[in-house]
């Protein structure tokens, strides 16, 4: 390797890590402005909106990969259906259902587990599908390895916990693994992202790391809301009532964002998986 080849990989390197100073402080600003109005997380608008972008940005990621195969056109135009549609709906239906309070824990313990099955069921049917599908990895390998890394920057906007707890309103037992872990995944993705574009086995390496971090947050967080919660599964009494228990908007974080961000990770790890071995 010469010296421009190193020089190659250690810019872009560079240029990741330094994209932290910017993030860091308009991050914590974020966090902030939730603090000082609280009203912005309680209203259900910045969940709902930076997911619904996030679905504007899968939809059009997808068919710039599709593009990308050697799938027919119509073949391209039934899998990015096949794929939106249920992603659209499945947000539709845990919207809908948390706003009519299918998830509140009214009763101890609640007649079914509702929100434990929001969060289980789709990742254990979306699994399967996503990882053993020939076509989906098609979509992968046509697909820039930085791409499902830095769509999940809007793992940020979880700070929103960090304030809840700052004002009082939310256990730390909850808040601070939960909140702490879901900023510094979103922060790191963007890093993450610029890293494994240079496309060095060590930029493969810091997207597996990021991913493993992202689903270990995952895996804390829900543990500690199932033993917290009110309900079968509780077996930590916090020392104030958790905002996520079961209410609109919080709820759509554990019922919908969670269990889309693993998916999410899990692509990713299999798209990584496959261009190494290649």
């Known amino acids: 390797m010469n010296s421009s080849s190193v020089a190659a990989v250690i810019a872009p390197s560079w240029q990741a890590w330094r994209s932290l100073l910017y993030l860091t402080p308009l991050t914590l600003l974020w966090v ?32 710039l990969a599709l593009e990308r195969t050697e799938l027919t056109s119509s073949q391209r135009r039934t899998t990015w259906l ?28 609640p007649p079914l587990p509702f929100l434990p099955l929001a969060i ?13 599908s020939r076509r989906v990895g098609q979509v992968l390998d046509a697909m820039p390895a930085e ?10 906007f979880g700070g929103w916990a960090i304030a809840a707890w700052l004002h009082g309103t ?12 879901d900023v510094l995944t979103g922060l790191f993705a963007i890093p ?20 493993l971090f992202g689903l270990t947050d995952f895996a804390i967080a829900v543990i500690l809301g199932l033993i917290t919660a009110p309900g079968r599964f509780q077996l930590i009494t916090p020392e104030m009532p958790s905002l996520n228990a ?21 692509l990713s790890l299999r798209q990584l998986s496959r261009r190494r071995t290649r």
């Not at 549609?85 to 509140?104: D, E, K, N, T, Y």
């Open 147 to 156: 791409w499902l890394v830095a769509l999940q920057f809007y793992r940020v």
């Open 32 to 63: 902030g402005v939730n603090y000082w109005q609280p009203i912005i997380p309680s209203s259900g608008f910045q969940t709902t909106a930076h997911q619904c972008v996030t679905q504007l940005l899968i939809a059009l990621g997808l068919w």
């Open 246 to 266: 079961g209410l609109y908007p919080y709820v759509l974080t554990p019922a919908f964002v969670v269990p889309g961000s693993i998916l999410l990770h899990a």
């Open 120 to 132: 289980f069921v789709p990742v254990i049917i979306g699994l399967p599908l996503l990882l053993l």
């Open 170 to 181: 939310m256990a730390s037992v909850d808040a601070l693994p939960a909140g702490t872990g």
């Open 192 to 211: 993450a992202a610029m890293i494994v574009a240079t496309g060095t086995a060590r930029g493969r390496k810091v997207a597996v790391t990021w991913n």
């Open 82 to 109: 096949l794929i939106l549609i249920p992603h659209a709906l499945w947000f539709a239906i845990i919207w809908s259902a948390a706003i009519h309070g299918v998830f509140r824990l009214n009763h101890v313990p």
